[in-house]
């Protein structure tokens, strides 16, 4: 009889967790598995739990913050248990790239049937990260973002976070190294992913895939608000790499190092300071997904446009407040295309 772990943010997303879980744990039972439940009351909570679970799967209930914390508990483990995604977050990165449904029912029909997939993950210092890392304007900039202002405006928030704190023209050197290659940069803001995915754009990383073993790493060039308006189609239709001036590359380790002490966001959330050493660990979890496949959706031309106009209203607009033209913004119809894999410059 297979047994289940469910770890719960009873504060994660829309609050909506136990609820949830609790539907999550009635469909089981009724297969006749053995449920363990485990609401959390911090972060900590989440990964001990994992870091215990004597069960064969361990199900994260919530956001990427809650499934970061499950995964920084199953990793020091030799043969850890399969992970399961239920997405109650605001953001749910990792479950987009997994193609993990965001509608419970679904959802909870992807715990029942899918099979275990390999998913790479990487050690910070003496973290872990699942999906994306950021230092900067980034970092700086999801700072002041609300959990009422993702609930509203979901993934796109953090980009106009973004631009208004690109107008303090802040900027910092870094020092990185790979295996063999040393890079100096006075950039505004770095990057490194472990997904096609960030900040639940899905195209924002072609090149990238949950189990290729590699860290994605971008080093912005230094950007004017704006330069970094004209950037925004590159990001949203996967040609982020393709900026005038962005330095992009895939890696297994990387070191950054910076003369003035910056904290980095580690999926989503605050994490540790510079000097940080990131270094891949492959296909030692196994997560609950049916194979993904590299289907990337792309924003139809009207949604640019309109995207360009909700920017460009924002920049006149002292109050910052975009949630109507938002909204009008996600109107227009989308299509999807299918994308090969392109060469990833792959540096050791």
């Known amino acids: 009889m297979l047994s289940y772990t469910i770890i719960y943010n009873p504060a994660s ?8 879980a609790e539907q999550l744990k009635a469909k089981l039972e009724d297969r006749q598995r053995q449920v363990s439940m485990a609401p959390t009351k911090s972060a900590d909570d989440a990964r001990n739990f994992a870091y215990q679970a004597q069960s064969d799967i361990v199900v994260a209930v919530g956001g990427d913050g809650t499934i970061n914390q499950v995964v920084a508990g199953l990793a020091p483990r030799k043969q850890p ?9 605001t953001v749910n990165n990792l479950a987009k790239v997994l193609h993990i449904p965001l509608l419970l029912p679904l959802a909870i029909k992807n715990i029942l049937e899918a099979k275990p997939q390999p998913l790479d993950i ?12 950021t230092l900067g304007v980034l970092a700086n900039a999801a700072l002041s973002v609300t959990q009422k202002e993702k609930r509203h405006f979901g993934p796109i928030i953090y980009l106009l976070k973004g631009f208004k ?19 100096e940069k006075d950039t505004q803001f770095l990057l490194v992913s472990m997904t096609n995915s960030v900040g639940g754009f899905t195209n924002a990383v072609p090149d990238a895939a ?9 080093i912005a060039p230094k950007l004017t608000w704006w330069r970094s308006l004209l950037a ?40 540790t300071k510079t000097p940080l050493k990131l270094t891949v660990i492959a296909d030692h979890i196994q997560v609950l997904a049916h194979r993904w496949e590299n289907n990337l959706e792309v924003p139809h031309m009207n949604d640019l446009l309109h995207l360009y106009r909700l920017l460009l209203s924002c920049a ?15 109107n227009s119809p989308r299509i999807v295309r299918s994308n090969s894999l392109s060469k990833i410059p792959v540096l050791h």
Not at 210 to 218: A, C, E, Q, S, T
Not at 316 to 330: E, G, I, K, Q
């Open 13 to 20: 997303g829309h609050a909506k967790g136990p609820t949830a």
């Open 81 to 89: 248990p399969t992970l399961a995604i239920l997405p109650e977050g």
């Open 122 to 133: 990487a050690q910070v210092n003496d973290r872990y990260m699942v999906s994306t890392l």
């Open 165 to 183: 704190v690109l107008a303090q023209h802040q900027h910092w050197i870094l020092h990185l190294n790979s295996a063999h290659n040393h890079w």
């Open 210 to 218: 949950v189990d290729d073993g590699h860290l994605h790493v971008f």
């Open 232 to 271: 925004i189609p590159y990001f949203i239709t996967g040609n982020f790499q393709k900026l005038p001036g962005m330095t992009y590359f895939a890696t297994e380790q990387l070191t950054i190092e910076a003369p003035k002490t910056l904290q980095s966001r580690v999926d989503g959330d605050p994490s």
């Open 316 to 330: 006149v607009s002292t109050a910052f407040d975009c949630r109507a033209a938002f909204f009008t913004s996600l």
